[in-house]
């Protein structure tokens, strides 16, 4: 009887599980299922989920007006750059915070994650200036640096988190086997922390691809990424629906792969700490 | 090889000073046991002669040789960890050879010394295993294998047993009173389990707040403890320390006498008191006894056949030869 309830229970929690999934994946699938459309299909009343036409037209002329590998490439390099900026900054902040903290530490890091809070648009103006007379303005590193920024609270944070999960005894043991600096970090620390520094990268990596206020305002050919890719695709008038969505297609595809073949990764690096 | 002399070593942390000026010899190949309360400072002291730990001031000589300043790794000092420390991402192998690779020694001779330590502590069958996947009792003897190879002219153990259950806990206590019967080397332990300190120790450091309250064998503490905390942290059950009339029948502040130094009647007896708790244990019975004036409850240790229950009023007889007396000050009155 227990055991009945306990499926049925099982059963229930299923099935909403994949109800939500479904609903916040259902813009997705629309926008990939309206990329093979043409664009009477895609504004047709009312809307046809399967059964149309399937073409690969919106490709081929997206491919054929925008120049899409420079804005992949572009892409790339901003998100991987700043990802990896990023690390460098952070793991030796996290670093010392986790292991030498002072009294202020925890202030710090609240402070950090309160930046978080201004809206980005708050400081828009000071940085565009700040860009204009340093020459930054449509320029990879320009963005790279910008999002290196943005995402640098969240970075410290996830790798804080990590660290102090590292016993204090390990480093000890470490010291008195005779291990320096550049052998705890070489043999101890960076191979037990690699799990947690390798989902704090991907996590990034997706946060600084996805950005859209900051690659939008503050490129305009020559840096822009995907998400102006996508951008270049929107219209006023809204006739270029099948297009708009075969850009979006191309431009999330890379990183929907790669989060498909990195989720365990990333969910125990988002649930790390939470449960011993 | 293994002396180690502390010269008024102190600690301080912040305005707080944990260990006050402290001067103690360990000599070499003795069991010594640091034990006392939690806080009262014993880890701390051997963290300071790790060199985990920077001392405030003093001097800490270690085989003649003073070695205050000397990094934990050049002290020729081994230590097994509570929580064990090892490296989660190494095999066994690896934990053990660790200390071995950073001194740079040759494959062929670590390889002996894995092996030879295996063998001792029977690990060999775990060697490339990781230590998630070992047990609670093999990961402690993979840490004191790692403790082992570096053949350290002192062990130092930081409460290395407890992390494990009761029963494992029987096993390796005894496992690391033979190991130092085995090699002879200098150990120091640290522990606040009084049953620890008495079955291993050649010598046993009892410390509050910092401070040494004693040093001695287990039997010279358990016969004349210096102090009232001596006395009452030294054997299991504790001694009944009684206060008042009954102490100055004495010309004593307190009179001390030990569970088993108290002999049962259910007739007579110097004093009077009722049974409150009666622990059977098989071989012992505990008795808690109440109403004895000065020390509530008292307790009785009696053979494990003694038939007293709830409520059965008992008399008392202490052994003279054992009464301890203690005068105001906490001090022993000889």
Redesign the interface.
């Known amino acids: 009887m227990a055991r009945a309830v306990t499926n049925q229970r099982k059963a229930i929690n299923t099935a909403a599980a994949w109800a939500v999934g479904l609903l916040i994946f259902f813009p997705i699938l629309w926008t990939i299922l309206t990329s093979f459309k043409t664009e009477a299909q895609a504004i047709s009343d009312p809307p046809v989920l399967f059964a149309f036409d399937w073409t690969l037209q919106n490709y081929s002329d997206v491919l054929d007006r925008s120049n899409y590998g420079r804005f992949l490439m572009n892409s790339i390099i901003i998100a991987g750059g700043s990802t990896i900026l990023g690390l460098i900054i952070a793991i030796p902040a996290a670093w010392s915070m986790a292991f030498v903290p002072s009294k202020k530490t925890k202030d710090i890091l609240l402070w950090m994650l309160s930046t978080k809070m201004l809206p980005a648009v708050g400081v828009l103006y000071p940085i565009y200036l700040i860009f204009i007379k340093l020459g930054l303005l449509d320029s990879r590193t320009g963005l790279i640096i910008v999002l290196m920024l943005m995402n640098l609270p969240i970075i410290v944070w996830m790798l804080y988190t990590y660290f102090k999960e590292i ?1 204090g ?2 480093l ?8 320096g600096l550049k ?1 705890k970090i070489l ?2 620390l960076t ?2 922390a690699i799990p947690g520094i390798a989902s704090t990268m991907l996590l990034n990596f997706i946060l600084a691809w996805n950005e859209a206020f900051w690659t939008l305002n503050l490129t305009a050919a020559k840096a822009a990424p995907l998400t102006a890719f996508i951008a270049s695709y929107s219209s006023p008038e809204g006739l270029f629906y099948a297009k708009l969505s075969a850009a979006s297609t191309m431009a999330i595809a890379p990183i929907l792969i790669l989060g498909w073949f990195s989720q365990k990764q990333l969910v125990s690096g988002l649930t790390f700490g939470a449960v011993k | 090889m293994g002396q180690i002399q502390l010269n008024q070593v102190t600690k301080s942390f912040g305005d707080v000073n944990v260990i006050p000026p402290l001067d103690l010899t360990i000599h070499e190949g003795e069991f010594t046991v640091f034990v006392g309360p939690s806080g009262c400072g014993k880890s701390t002291l051997l963290r300071l002669i ?3 730990e920077d001392i405030t001031s003093g001097q800490i000589d270690i085989d003649g040789q003073d070695a205050t300043n000397l ?3 050049k002290r020729g ?3 097994v ?3 064990y ?5 190494m095999s066994v192998r690896k934990n053990i050879a ?2 071995m690779k ?2 740079g020694m040759d494959e062929a001779e670590q390889t002996r010394r894995i092996d030879a330590a295996a063998k001792a502590l029977n690990l060999t069958d775990y060697l490339d295993r990781r230590p998630g996947q070992l047990s609670g009792g093999q990961r402690q003897r993979v840490a004191i294998g ?1 403790a082992i190879v ?1 053949e350290p002219s002192a062990f130092l153990f930081d409460e290395p047993l407890s992390n494990l259950d009761a029963a494992l806990r029987v096993g390796m206590r005894l496992e690391i009173s033979e190991m130092h019967k085995r090699l002879k080397t200098t150990m120091i332990y640290v522990t606040h389990d009084q049953v620890e300190a008495m079955t291993m120790a050649d010598k046993i450091v009892v410390l509050q707040a910092g401070v040494i309250e004693q040093v001695g064998s287990p039997l010279e503490l358990y016969r004349e403890p210096r102090n009232k905390f001596v006395a009452g942290f030294i054997g299991s059950p504790k001694m009944n320390l009684i206060e008042g009339s009954e102490a100055a029948k004495h010309n004593a502040h307190t009179i001390g006498i030990r569970p088993e130094h108290l002999d049962v009647s259910t007739t007579e007896g110097q004093w009077q008191g009722t049974v409150g708790v009666a622990e059977h244990l098989g071989s012992d019975t505990f008795i808690h006894i109440h109403g004895i004036e000065g020390c509530d409850p008292l307790t009785v240790r009696a053979g494990g056949e003694v038939a007293v229950k709830h409520g059965d009023t008992v008399y008392l007889t202490p052994q003279m030869q054992h009464l301890h007396k203690f005068g105001a000050d906490g001090l022993r009155i000889s």
Request: no cysteine; charged share 20%.
């Open positions: 016993p005894e390990i000890e043991a470490g010291r008195m086997d005779g291990a052998d043999f101890i191979p037990m | 790790a060199g985990l990094p934990p790794a000092l081994a230590m960890f509570q929580s420390a090892l490296y989660p991402h660790f200390p950073m001194a790692r570096r």
